[in-house]
């Protein structure tokens, strides 16, 4: 009997030095600095120097700032509505891949073909819109060669179409995979079944698809919402520096060395980003997906 | 597989068939631009037409000094990107394995994981640059900006190590241990090689999300940049076709890295399905002397994580 018990005490020390490097990151690189943060934002700048007391301008000037409300209510709109378009986009190239590509091989071929720009760089494939929707790109050539117009088409670049456009491209993916895989998890007898029963093509749909691709739904929209809320680059390019961010702004303060004011407004960010997470979280539970 | 009509495909298969295509040429049409332009001739500019075909500007990036330190910061990216591909893939797969046992802070783990991955990446980047600045320490590339990182390819790493260890058979351990392996060699010559289709995916994974990463390095980089901090440089102050010849190039090595990936997730798959069809009774004995059906579906699941 004392080999086991031995063998399980020593298991039970396995999984705390097996998931210590991964921890110790964490708590290193994103604890730490996410306390800092927050502890930053309570400090006073004077000119360029970070003063360490605990002051509460940095977060009174913060909220009594009309532009701190433009900023938000301008990121939340990009938020809400790059999010309704890639739920669609990753919705409906979900359900072709899963329902109505037979061939597993083709349904891998298919799926490694959207996710191989994942794989390269977001300010590559964010600048080369630059050529297509420009005064003189691509689109406005052949909209006049068309005659469709007959002149440059203004809104297309540095505008907050050019801006959704590059957000959509960029993030469609995060929608895209978590949703293709709880998709690919639904049992078809499930919706044979409904459909022995009569069920019509769309409540197959609304009945069982979207319930049962619930969990992948909600990841993709954390992640989707998440990164057009953290962004500042593409806001930055596509709009031509004629829409910002929160972000946006706060890299601008960071840049001229505004520490405490940057921190107050990512402290005020990320509580507005865990609150919609924790939304989300509440309606679906996502832990079971990630892990499962 | 388009037209097989005697299958009698529902008009919606064309209509999302069509849509799905559509889709790919929004992911693909605008980077194939900046391709083409990238060949522009010498008198060209930022948009079509082309004027001429040449490799002027690829020259360009390598003559002049105009894109700043192009060599070093390339350089610079691919050393750390292989820095954190090791760490990554060694990290995950440690922390995947911990997290088959139930122990006390799993689920503080877990969630810190997801809190990292949707982080705005600015943000911690200017608290790891904070950390560095109160601790004296001067920050570089290969220490804070690894850091940042890790913080986010570590959470791709361990929820591909997930997926793949969901569907991993126990069996093939068990099988080993009972023929008298020891816990490490049952871990070396038994669950890695299974396993292998998907740690080169979090390698993979590991790399290029280095390689391309840019909020989260900006501010922890210190003073010599990494290649997206040069294009992105780039983006401010170059107006000419140099800036699409630097893309073209910097995707041409990400589809490298991506092709050799898949390429040998492919042949790792291939060789498995031959071995267990062209022998039923593997003569290897540990791990390969299992049934046939549990092997053949370890194999074909792994890599598609």
Redesign the interface.
């Known amino acids: 009997m004392r080999a086991p018990q031995a063998a399980s005490s020593r298991f039970t020390s396995a999984p705390y030095v097996l998931v210590a490097p991964l921890a110790l990151v964490l708590v290193v690189f994103f604890g730490i600095p996410l306390v800092l943060v927050v502890v930053v934002s309570f400090f006073d700048l004077d000119k360029f120097d970070i003063i360490p007391t605990f002051v509460l301008t940095n977060y009174s000037e913060l909220l009594s700032s009309p532009l701190t409300y433009t900023l938000y209510a301008k990121t939340i709109k990009y938020a809400l509505i790059v999010w309704a378009i890639t739920l669609v986009i990753g919705f409906t190239v979900s359900y072709f891949l899963v329902f109505h590509v037979r061939s597993i091989l083709w349904q891998m071929g298919l799926f490694l073909l959207c996710t191989v720009p994942f794989w390269t760089s977001n300010v590559i494939r964010m600048i080369s819109w630059i050529p297509l929707l420009g005064r003189h790109g691509l689109l406005n050539q052949s909209l006049i060669a068309l005659g469709l117009a007959d002149h440059p088409l203004e809104f297309l670049l540095f505008s907050d179409f050019s801006v959704v456009i590059a957000y959509v491209h960029l993030f469609s993916l995060f929608m895209i995979v978590p949703i293709f895989n709880s998709m690919a998890r639904i049992e078809r007898a499930v919706i044979e079944a409904a459909v022995d029963g009569g069920a019509s093509r769309f409540r197959v749909i609304t009945d069982i698809v979207i319930p049962l691709s619930r969990t992948g739904i909600a990841l993709g929209s954390i992640f989707v919402i998440a990164l057009v809320m953290g962004d500042f680059f593409v806001v930055k390019v596509m709009s031509g520096g004629q829409s910002a961010s929160v972000v946006a702004a706060m890299s601008n303060e960071i840049a001229i060395l505004q520490y405490p004011p940057a921190a107050a407004n990512a402290v005020c960010l990320l509580t507005i980003v865990t609150l919609m997470v924790a939304v989300i979280m509440r309606v679906v539970d996502v832990r079971r997906e990630l892990s499962g | 597989?388009v037209t097989r009509s005697s299958n009698g495909?529902?008009w919606?298969?064309y209509a999302?068939?069509a849509?799905?295509t559509l889709?790919?040429l929004?992911?693909?049409?605008?980077?194939s631009?900046?391709f083409i332009?990238s060949f522009q001739g010498p008198n060209g500019g930022?948009?079509?037409p082309m004027n001429g075909v040449s490799l002027h500007w690829f020259g360009a990036l390598f003559a002049q000094q105009r894109s700043g330190d192009f060599v070093g910061s390339f350089s610079r990216s691919i050393a750390l990107a292989i820095l954190v591909l090791a760490m990554t893939v060694?990290?995950?797969i440690?922390?995947g394995?911990?997290?088959?046992?139930?122990?006390a802070?799993?689920?503080a783990?877990?969630y810190?994981?997801?809190?990292?991955l949707?982080?705005?990446?600015?943000?911690?980047g200017?608290?790891?640059g904070?950390?560095f600045q109160?601790a004296g320490i001067r920050p570089a590339w290969f220490s804070s900006a690894l850091?940042?990182q890790?913080?986010w390819t570590?959470p791709f790493g361990?929820?591909i190590m997930?997926a793949v260890f969901?569907r991993f058979n126990r069996v093939y351990e068990e099988a080993a241990r009972d023929l008298g392996a020891r816990q490490w060699q049952t871990l070396w010559h038994v669950v890695l090689p299974i396993l292998l289709p998907g740690i080169i995916g979090v390698a993979?994974?590991g790399f290029?999300?280095s390689y391309?990463e840019?909020?989260r390095t900006v501010?922890p980089i210190g003073s010599r940049n990494t290649l997206?901090l040069e294009?992105?440089a780039m983006?401010t102050d170059v107006t000419s076709p140099a800036?699409?010849a630097l893309?073209t190039l910097?995707?041409a090595v990400?589809?490298v890295?991506?092709a050799a990936a898949?390429t040998s997730i492919a042949l790792i798959q291939r060789r498995r399905a031959r071995r267990q069809r062209g022998h039923p009774d593997a003569r290897r004995g540990g791990a390969e002397a299992l049934p046939r059906t549990a092997g053949v579906r370890v194999g074909a699941d792994a890599g598609?994580a």
């Open positions: 597989m495909r529902p919606t298969f999302l068939a849509f799905f889709f790919v929004f992911l693909y049409g605008p980077m631009a900046i332009l930022l948009t079509f060694v990290i995950s440690m922390a394995l911990a997290f088959r046992y139930r122990f802070c799993a689920t783990v877990f810190m994981a997801i809190a990292s949707i982080m705005p990446g600015l943000l911690l200017l608290g790891v904070l950390m109160f850091g940042a890790l913080t570590l361990l929820l997930f969901s993979l994974f290029t999300l391309d840019f909020p501010i997206p294009i992105w983006t800036l699409y893309g910097t995707t990400s589809f890295v991506i898949l598609d």
